[in-house]
Structure formats: C-alpha cells, structure tokens
C-alpha cells in the first residue's frame, strides 16, 4: 500500500520530484537521466521506466533553464542508441537460451509476440517507430538480436531513432512544457503522454485479439 502511495504521488507530482532531483544532485541530474534511458531501452525487463515523459519533464526544465537542452540532446541520445545496442547483442547471444525455459523470468513471452508482430508489419523500420511505443521500445532491439538482423542495418535504424526519440521528445517539453496550462497541469501532461505512447500498443492488441477470434470462428 505505502509502495503503491509513493507511485501515486511520484505521477501526480512528478515535476516537484524532478525539480528536487535536479536542485539535490546538480550536474549528477545528467548521469541519473543517462542510466535511466540506458536501462528503459537497453534492460529487456526494464519496460517500466518512464521513457517519454522523463524525456518530455527534461525538455520543460530545460526551458526553465534548468538544464542544458544540448547537453540533454547528446547525452540522453548516446544513452538511447548505447542501451538499444548492448539490448541487441544480448538478444544475439542469450535470447533463444533465455526463451527456451517454460516461463521466461527477465521477459514476458506476451511482450515478444507483440513485438514480433511489429517486426512483420514495419521490418526493420520496426527499430525506430518502436521508440515512441513503450514496452515495444525496450523489446524491440532484443528481438532484432534474436532474429539475427544484420549489425549493419540495426545500427543504422538504432542511431536514427534513438536521436530522433530524444530531439522530440526533449524540444516537445522545451517548447511546450513552459506553457501556463502545462504547469499548472503537469501531471496530467505526463498522464496524457503515457496515454498516447500506450495507446498502438492497445489499438494493435486488441486488432490481433479480433483476428484471432475471426480465426477461431468466433
């Protein structure tokens, strides 16, 4: 119960929380926003760290000058594009090993299928249109891995969309997240933002769910 009161609160109040983050740690601020960006992407059992909105509260503190939007843009791409790869080469060598047990302990087999889904309908332009779908986003580059697609071509994909995630999501809060009605409402910004991220991946579940019972003859 307290568990769940902390999670609440850290929701609802999440730019008081950011705000003393950022007035305890200082420049450290930085290397605490990299190691989260790094584990939401490149831990495939870490799809629960706030990846759009942290991103989004960077770029609005940032426009409070707070922070340094070059400094955010740079690192927290490096983060991105360093956690989608070492996700990739995990999947390369450990995926199937990981797979092979009856109930997998770091992943959920349900968040592979989804994602595999994905991967049939994009290919590999799966790597960048997957940054803005959470859950998808940290799965993706360990499926990549498990399906033996080319370095080459991941790292190309990687790279376009772990720089292009961070830029905008970082510039939406910068420009945006200034706004009277933003800070005033910023909670329920964050909640909008979860919202839209969430939502193909809902739209797509509940597609296949359809699907399955047209199969079934339902």
């Known amino acids: 119960m307290i568990f769940d009161t902390n999670i609440l609160d850290l929701i609802l109040h999440f730019d008081r929380h950011l705000a003393t983050v950022i007035e ?49 843009l740079v690192l927290l791409s490096i983060a991105a594009i360093v956690g989608d790869t070492v996700n990739y080469w995990v999947g390369k060598y450990l995926g199937h090993r990981m797979l092979s047990r009856p109930n997998p302990r770091w992943v959920k087999r349900h968040h592979i299928e989804r994602t595999h889904e994905f991967f049939e309908k994009y290919g590999a332009k799966t790597i960048v ?58 909670f329920l910004v964050v909640l909008a933002i979860i919202a839209i991220s969430v939502a193909p991946v809902v739209i797509e579940a509940t597609r296949a769910r359809r699907r399955a019972k047209k199969a079934a003859g339902f």
Not at 52 to 64: E, I, M, P, Y
């Open 24 to 72: 305890t740690y200082g420049a450290w601020t930085y290397a605490i926003f990299f190691v989260i960006i790094f584990a939401e992407t490149g831990l495939v059992f870490m799809p629960f760290l706030p990846g759009d909105s942290l991103l989004f509260a960077a770029g609005a503190f940032a426009g409070r000058g707070s922070l340094s939007v070059p400094v955010l």
């Open 129 to 186: 249109i997957a940054r803005f779908v959470p859950i998808i986003r940290t799965v993706a580059p360990f499926v990549a891995g498990i399906g033996a697609m080319t370095y080459g071509t991941f790292l190309l994909y990687n790279v376009l969309g772990g720089v292009l995630w961070v830029a905008v999501c970082v510039m939406a809060g910068y420009w945006f997240g200034g706004l009277p009605v933003v800070q005033e409402n910023f």
